[in-house]
């Protein structure tokens, strides 16, 4: 008790108590953070509380509306469940979680529910450190286009006659599963990241934290699709116009290898490597970046290999100019990435990636977005096109292609795809209402991933189709510390083999993106 009295006596107002903390990467929280001034943000995303323009008027977005003064009041409405700021130190402890529960309107034996729960750590040293942890504990029962989805991507284990059997799902954006009840997932995933602020010009992040590259729903670069990955990733600012980033980390694929003396066997490891380097013009209306992302062979299910020294090469271009976009160690992939900021409302953007300009396999996006704001009003939406061609991000060694843990890199369709997404959201006070609608024409959601993981001289033989996927949510935020909130969710998911309609309930501190919106 006197200690606690003690740490009382020290919480002390500390205007830039968050500053170097990543925002949540959310599609909410990046929505709004590029919206507070008539200037584009970086491309990078989750953006740090320092890079938002208007982080004031960013924090009055997620703040509800009364002010409570019992300590219940304020816990559920107005503030972190546990907070301790002074000049030098500031620490936040939230508890997480994800309860809903719907079913299939047209057959209410299908039953959904998501049961999680976690613990959420994050701070700041002076003005040099930040830090976050949290850790998520899950049980789920899905629908069956999205578990139909989950059992394909499991986990792979050789077979003696050189094929590979597939057992225990892995869920996007999570982690690889456990049965649960009779046809349900229990899984854990944790993300943690410190950050060094060392210079005004310089950055530095360890840890397995998710990015986004790109202004749009989905990225053609690189997203927090598949899971979370450790890299090392630095940051460097040359000028007012121009910045440039360098990542190291690693993958999986989650092939068993044959060999192994451990208790069970481990996974097959590859590395990646990412540079992008980006222009912000003189007015900060618009930015255009050149990337580079590059997957390096490790192990397959019998060889290791140490990594190439190439993979260390910090310079953008010099790899792919030197390897071409494929070697038998490397497959390279470049992209660029453009966004111009019309004026305080209206954003623009797109982007271009290929790895392979002999047969010109490509993928395109183009976008735009709107936002106003007054007062406690808020309504946004958005248009998108993306298509990528028949054989993007595949590689003729299938070890190397653009995936992690047995899902999609970047951009969640994989290739030879063409997606139009839309949506619309409007806010008063601290009521929501949003629609989401998104068609894609490709072989289907698992014949989609699966193309992913053959080999590049593989041609595609499924046949092209069209998935509809609508949604509306009505719902109220309690607190805006850590996005409590309430909803009711109904959603129409068509396709060739069938349709159905969900209804779904829940409470969640919402602060992931989740994906099941196709």
Known sequence: MKTLGILLLFCISYTGAQELLYLPLQDEYTEHSQFQTNKITPSTFPLRYEQITGEQRFQSTFSTQKEHTKWLGRKL???????????????????????????????????????????????????????????????????????????????????????????????????????????????????????????????????????????????????????????????????????????????????????????????????????????????????????????????????????????????????????????????????????YKLNHHHLVYGQFVTDDLKNFEYGIQAGYKGNYQKEKRIFSYQFELNSTSNKLYQSTNFRLNYTHNNYPLAYVFGNRTTEIFSTARYTIKDWFISFNHTSYYNEGLVNGHTRLFHEKLEDGTGSLKWTHFTSGQLGYRFNGKNNLNVYGKLSRRASQENQALLLEVGISTNLINNFENY
Do not use: C
């Open 77 to 339: 409405f107005n503030e972190h469940f546990f907070e301790f700021k002074n000049d030098d130190f500031y620490l936040a402890i939230n508890p997480l979680l994800n309860l809903n529960g719907g079913f299939i309107v047209d057959d209410s034996t299908n039953i959904m529910y998501q049961n999680t729960r976690g613990l959420e750590f994050q701070g700041q040293i002076s003005d040099k450190v930040s830090f976050y942890s949290s850790f998520h504990e899950n049980q789920s029962i899905v629908a069956p286009y999205l578990s139909n989805l989950y059992n394909s991507r499991g986990e792979l284990y050789p077979q003696s006659d050189s094929t590979y059997l597939i057992q225990n799902a892995f869920i996007p954006r999570g982690a690889r599963t456990k049965p649960f009840k009779e046809n349900g997932y229990d899984y854990a995933f944790s993300t943690s990241y410190i950050h060094l602020n060392l210079t005004k010009f310089l950055n530095i992040s360890f840890g397995n934290a998710p990015q986004f590259l790109g202004y749009g729903k989905r990225s053609l670069l690189l997203s927090d699709y598949s899971s979370n990955r450790t890299a090392l990733k630095i940051d460097i600012r040359f000028s007012k116009n121009f910045s440039y980033r360098i990542e190291n980390g690693q993958l999986l694929n989650l092939f068993r290898r044959k060999y192994f003396s451990t208790v069970e066997a481990p996974f097959e490891k590859k590395a990646f490597s990412n540079r992008y380097l980006t222009f912000t013009s003189n007015n900060e209306k618009m930015t255009l970046s050149l990337f580079e992302g590059s997957i390096w062979f490790k192990e397959d299910a019998v060889n290791s290999q140490p990594l190439n020294a190439k993979f260390y090469n910090p310079i953008l271009l010099i790899n792919p100019l030197l390897n071409n976009f494929e070697s038998s160690y490397a497959k390279h992939l470049l992209g660029l990435n453009f966004g």
